[in-house]
């Protein structure tokens, strides 16, 4: 079955150090996405990308990068994790602009 | 850019009655409102949404409603059963900008 997975689930850093954080879909849908989850601040789009070679900040992009090599792909980094980083993380892909965005299960991030 | 707000944060319910969630947002161009229901330790999965030349659509025990001169639109759950315990989350967005923009949540518990 088609999916879209992130890992780790689980991540313990320390301040300063860089982090990525995986995301993998096998729909082969055009756009992804990155979110944070804080409570009180619902879900917050980082970046995103509508294909290969394509990203584009969102919201709360400082801090963060993404970078899109192929379609079923789109890792998060943190050049220098600060503690505010902090979260739960998701991704999601949809097929195309009118098209359901689905989720992956989240990394718990804790930055220490 | 686009503000969503969501009422109330949290929602406890007697099994068997009606839950309501609303939602407004502040830009008017926004013409697409997907809800979301998160379990624990899941991602947001859709469970309905609602494009803009429509005022109201119902699956089953589920239904929004849509008021584009007002900027509101709400969810409704009949006859609530213990599953539907869980966090819902209203978004919107323009079509084209595959872009969504997050309610804060609602905590909904079913009192058995």
């Known amino acids: 079955d088609a999916e879209i997975t992130q890992s780790p689930r689980h991540k313990i850093t320390e301040t300063g150090r860089q982090v990525t954080l995986a995301c993998h879909q096998t729909w082969n849908h055009n756009n992804m996405f990155w979110y944070r989850q804080d409570l009180g601040h619902g879900l917050r789009l980082i970046h995103y990308s509508y294909g290969v070679q394509d990203t584009n900040k969102g919201e709360v992009s400082d801090g963060y990068s993404v970078s899109r090599s192929n379609t079923e792909d789109l890792p998060l980094t943190l050049e220098s994790a600060a503690s505010s980083q902090t979260s739960v993380y998701f991704c999601a892909s949809s097929k195309s602009s009118y098209n359901e965005q689905f989720f992956g299960p989240g990394t718990r991030l804790t930055v220490l | 850019g686009e503000n969503v707000e969501q009422h109330p944060s949290t929602l406890s319910v007697q099994e068997g009655d009606s839950a309501v969630i609303k939602c407004t947002y502040s830009d008017s161009a926004s013409n697409y409102f997907p809800w979301y229901k998160q379990e624990l330790g899941k991602g947001p999965q859709l469970i309905i949404d609602i494009r803009s030349n429509v005022g109201e659509k119902k699956d089953q025990r589920i239904a929004v409603t849509l008021n584009k001169t007002a900027k509101h639109f709400s969810l409704h759950i009949t006859e609530t059963q213990p599953e539907d315990s869980a966090v819902y989350f209203c978004?919107?967005?323009?079509?084209?900008?595959?872009?969504?923009?997050f309610g804060t949540g609602t905590r909904l518990t079913i009192i058995p």
């Open positions: 978004a919107a967005s323009n079509f084209g900008n595959e872009k969504l923009t």
